[in-house]
């Protein structure tokens, strides 16, 4: 007997109580797993641990499966705030709303889309992730990959109705860095998250050209990590004897606030 098809007997009970999607989404993990159902070898007996090890396999996506949520917008509830991590995939065309996994490490945007059964094209779909609590007690929307004004303001009004307020931190759109929902799509004069906090200011004297080369390093620098985007900087990476690797976790809490040369602010990166 094929693995798979003692697997598949193990979840009939689970299966005669679910969805038809959910069947049809536990057959095609069998097949994902290259163990589909054997009805020609019911006589062999497969060993114990093979059986174990395509059994997780199985049982974790179908864990995947079952905290993946399908919202329909102007007919379903729901409260955003109650998320604490998540990746969400809209598609304000159909109205489709997927809420998945909050593991970065398992499933991705795409494979939720389609284990949802959602009907509308991943590809007109707006992606991210979306939480609340901790340091972000109004919630922080992140679009990733980032998104363009008219595509992330659908979904930023989406959220408004839905449990987000004017506070919630926004990063990834507009080619802006972070603001709040206010200052993205409500005409809130901008100001800085970063101002909130109390500034660290580092003062560098150099000679020579190396002023202009350094500001243009930071320039790059502030503007990626204001972004959202979190990189390593990699000093002298051919030479093992002085190479040196720092972090800028531009997706968390690091940002430059402000660079002056000589007292004057240094134009921006291209």
């Known amino acids: 007997m094929a ?13 005669l109580s679910r969805s038809l999607h959910v069947q049809d989404t536990i057959w095609r993990n069998c097949m994902s797993v290259g163990e589909a159902p ?32 399908l919202l329909h917008i102007g007919r379903d509830n729901f409260n955003i705030r109650t998320i604490k991590n998540r990746r969400f995939t ?4 159909t109205g489709e709303l997927v809420l998945g996994s909050n593991n970065i490490n398992i499933s991705s945007h795409s494979q939720e889309w389609l284990d949802s059964g959602a009907q509308g094209e991943i590809n007109d779909a707006v992606r991210g992730w979306i939480g609340f609590g901790g340091n972000y007690k109004d919630g922080i929307i992140h679009f990733a990959p980032p998104e363009q004004f008219h595509s992330g303001y659908d979904t930023l ?23 709040t ?25 150099v000679l020579g050209d190396a002023s202009q080369s350094l500001a243009r390093m930071l320039r790059h620098i502030q503007k990626l990590g204001n972004m959202g985007h979190s990189f390593e900087i990699v000093v002298d990476p051919r030479n093992s004897d002085y190479k040196k690797t720092f972090g800028f976790d531009g997706d968390g809490s690091d940002k430059i606030q402000e660079i ?11």
Not at 43 to 68: M, Y
């Open 157 to 179: 009004a989406m959220f408004l109705k839905h449990g987000a307020t004017k506070e919630t931190i926004v990063r990834g759109f507009a080619n802006q860095g972070e603001m």
């Open 90 to 93: 809209y598609n304000d065309r």
């Open 260 to 270: 002056l040369v000589d007292g004057k602010p240094v134009p921006k990166a291209s």
């Open 3 to 15: 693995a798979c098809d003692i697997v598949w007997g193990n979840f009939v009970g689970a299966i």
């Open 38 to 69: 054997d009805m020609n070898d019911f006589g062999q007996e497969l060993e114990h641990d093979r059986i174990s090890r395509i059994a997780n396999k199985i049982a974790t996506k179908i864990a995947i499966a079952s905290n993946i949520e």
């Open 181 to 205: 929902i206010g200052e993205a799509i409500l005409g809130e004069k901008p100001r800085s998250i970063a101002a909130k906090e109390s500034p660290v200011e580092i003062k560098i004297s």
